[in-house]
């Protein structure tokens, strides 16, 4: 006898051996579960024309071509990506509102012998219970900041943390941006950044993940990462949390933003017009000094005068403005592995070892 499809409304709850987001590639580029696979039945174009017929001609005519498109379209994945399967096969199925996309796939996979589940209501169910989570689930949390000046390496900190057990919110990974000016993402070219809808989605699994018994560690970022907004509750929390702030010589942070910002210096116009955006707080007389020294490859004394002029000014204004509450002031010596690991060790519980 033949299965039929299951239906949840808390996927969450379960494990499946795969999540399958079917709708379109630019529905699912906007946002998905976190881990899903897209097999689209309707590809971006075919969706539009079965939409563009069914408003400008009739209903049944565009279910009729997009039953069609639909069938053509699973036989592809049943062929290419369902074929090695096992018989103990669980996936999770979604479209946008749970109905004919998903559920068409549903019943082929049950049909053969698998053991499917619909989310029922599909994505606008699973971004429901997003929005509700974003209101409640990072006040279960407490928090501590790491703050510092720019270039005082807290990412690469918080990084080396989580070797030590430690719970930590990477915020800038979950964004894919550094979160200033210079924060875009480079391999070979800058990488995007998610969408809105993403990032509170990958926030949710990160925070999931997390014990409520134990503090989190978080850099003191803005409540923007570049184009994407953290939850106005998790942003409190935030702002409320104890802080610790990580001192370094401007020496040694003018040296690791040369470090880590060689794809600048390796792009120098590239550079350049993103210094431009200052020009409306600065003046083009600024922003054609900071110019003269990119032309001269002076990186030094250009990012010496950067930090002194724009991020400084900028941190000093933010951090006694939205994390004041100052718990200690450590001073490193510089950020090789050994400070760094010192400065950890007085953080961190003894009793913690690392991996």
């Known amino acids: 006898m033949a299965l039929s499809p299951t239906y949840t409304q808390e996927p969450w709850r ?69 074929v090695h399967k096992e018989k103990d096969y669980t996936p999770l199925v979604y479209c946008w509102r749970g109905g004919q996309r998903s559920g068409s796939m549903a019943l082929l996979l049950t049909q053969v012998g698998w053991r499917a589940t619909v989310l029922e209501g599909g994505y606008k169910t699973y971004r429901a219970h997003v929005r509700q989570q974003l209101e409640t689930l990072p006040t279960n949390f407490q928090y501590r900041i790491l703050r510092g000046k720019t270039g ?66 978080v850099e003191s970022e803005s409540n923007k990462i570049g184009k994407v907004y953290l939850p106005k509750s998790l942003w409190q929390e935030m702002k409320s949390a104890s802080c610790v702030e990580i001192q370094l010589s401007l020496k040694n942070r003018v040296q690791f933003l040369i470090q880590e910002y060689t794809h600048l210096i390796e792009n120098p116009e590239i550079l350049k017009i993103k210094l431009e955006r200052l020009k ?69 519980p003894k009793t913690l070892s690392i991996k």
């Open 152 to 217: 005082t390496g807290k990412t690469r900190i918080l990084r080396r943390m989580l070797e030590y057990e430690t719970q930590v919110l990477d915020l800038e990974a979950l964004a894919n941006h550094r979160g200033s000016l210079l924060g875009e993402q480079w391999e070979g070219k800058f990488l995007p950044q998610p969408s809105q809808k993403y990032f509170d989605s990958l926030l949710i699994q990160a925070l999931k993940g997390l014990n409520p018994q134990k503090p989190v560690w």
């Open 280 to 348: 409306s707080r600065y003046g083009w007389k600024k922003i054609l000094y900071w110019h003269k020294m990119i032309d001269r490859q002076e990186w030094q004394q250009l990012f010496q005068d950067f930090l002194l002029s724009h991020y400084d000014p900028t941190y000093s204004h933010s951090m006694e403005r939205d994390f004041p509450k100052l718990e200690r002031v450590i001073s490193l010596p510089d950020l090789s592995n050994g400070s760094i690991e010192h400065f950890i060790d007085s953080l961190v």
């Open 14 to 82: 379960e494990t499946y051996s795969e999540i399958i987001d079917v709708r379109s590639p630019r529905e699912f580029t906007e946002d998905r579960i976190p881990g899903a696979i897209n097999l689209p039945v309707l590809n971006n174009e075919e969706r539009a024309e079965v939409g563009t017929i069914y408003k400008q001609v009739s209903p049944f005519k565009a279910r009729k071509i997009g039953a069609a498109l639909v069938y053509k379209n699973l036989s592809r994945h049943l062929e290419e990506h369902f």
